[in-house]
C-alpha cells in the first residue's frame, strides 16, 4: 500500500497541466486507508485503474465504523457498480453499465457527489450528460471523510484531486 502525495509533478491532460493530485496505489486486499477531509466540498472526480473491485468509503469520521456510503466500482469481476451502506452488504443501486466499470490499461473517471442523505455517482466528468447512479438513506448522515481500500483479488490506483474535468489521463 502506498499513498502518494506528488506536488511537484506534473500531469498532461488534453494539454492542460496539473501540479496538485493525489496518487493512491492500493495491493489487492488493503484495508481502508488515505481519509481525505472532505468536509467543505460537495463532489469529488476519482481516477481509477484497475481490474476489479475499486471501493470508495464515504465517512462521517474518521472511524471505519462511521461509513455512510460504500462505493464498489467494478464489483463481480467488473461486472457491477453500485452503493451501499456496509462492507460485504447487498447494493441500494447498482449499474452493470460499462460507463462505471474500470479499465485495467486506462485510467476510468467516476464524478462523486454527495448532498445531505443522497450519493450520486457519474461516469466521466459533471458536466456528462450520461447515466446516474443515485440512492438515499433514510436516515440523517453528514459525509466528511472519504477513503480507499481494495476487493481481495485486484490492485487499483487512485488519481483525486484534479483541478479539471477532463476526460483523458495518462500517468
Given at each position: 500500500m502506498a499513498?502518494?502525495?506528488?506536488?511537484?509533478?506534473?500531469f498532461?491532460?488534453?494539454?492542460d497541466?496539473?501540479?496538485?493530485?493525489?496518487?493512491?496505489?492500493?495491493?489487492?486486499?488493503?484495508?481502508?486507508?488515505?481519509?481525505?477531509?472532505?468536509?467543505?466540498?460537495?463532489?469529488?472526480?476519482?481516477?481509477?485503474?484497475?481490474?476489479?473491485?475499486?471501493?470508495?468509503?464515504?465517512?462521517?469520521?474518521?472511524?471505519i465504523s462511521?461509513l455512510v456510503?460504500?462505493?464498489?466500482?467494478?464489483?463481480?469481476?467488473?461486472?457491477r457498480?453500485?452503493?451501499?451502506?456496509?462492507?460485504w452488504?447487498n447494493?441500494?443501486?447498482?449499474?452493470?453499465d460499462?460507463?462505471?466499470?474500470?479499465?485495467?490499461?486506462?485510467?476510468?473517471?467516476?464524478?462523486?457527489?454527495?448532498?445531505?442523505?443522497?450519493?450520486?455517482?457519474?461516469?466521466?466528468?459533471?458536466?456528462?450528460?450520461?447515466?446516474?447512479?443515485?440512492?438515499?438513506?433514510?436516515?440523517?448522515v453528514?459525509?466528511?471523510?472519504?477513503?480507499?481500500?481494495?476487493?481481495?483479488?485486484?490492485a487499483?490506483?487512485?488519481?483525486?484531486n484534479?483541478s479539471c474535468?477532463?476526460?483523458?489521463?495518462?500517468?
Open positions: 499513498v502518494l502525495r506528488w506536488p511537484r509533478i506534473i498532461v491532460i488534453y494539454g497541466c496539473l501540479s496538485r493530485c493525489d496518487v493512491i496505489d492500493l495491493g489487492a486486499g488493503s484495508p481502508y486507508t488515505g481519509f481525505r477531509n472532505i468536509q467543505n466540498q460537495e463532489s469529488e472526480l476519482v481516477w481509477m485503474k484497475g481490474r476489479q473491485d475499486a471501493i470508495i468509503g464515504l465517512f462521517e469520521s474518521t472511524n462511521s456510503f460504500e462505493l464498489l466500482i467494478g464489483g463481480f469481476h467488473n461486472s457498480t453500485g452503493v451501499r451502506v456496509a462492507t452488504a447494493f441500494k443501486t447498482s449499474s452493470s460499462g460507463q462505471f466499470l474500470l479499465n485495467h490499461n486506462q485510467y476510468t473517471s467516476l464524478w462523486i457527489k454527495w448532498r445531505s442523505s443522497t450519493v450520486y455517482l457519474k461516469p466521466g466528468t459533471m458536466d456528462n450528460n450520461g447515466p446516474v447512479l443515485k440512492w438515499t438513506r433514510d436516515d440523517i453528514s459525509v466528511r471523510y472519504m477513503a480507499f481500500r481494495t476487493g481481495t483479488t485486484s487499483v490506483k487512485y488519481v483525486v484534479l474535468s477532463k476526460t483523458n489521463i495518462s500517468i
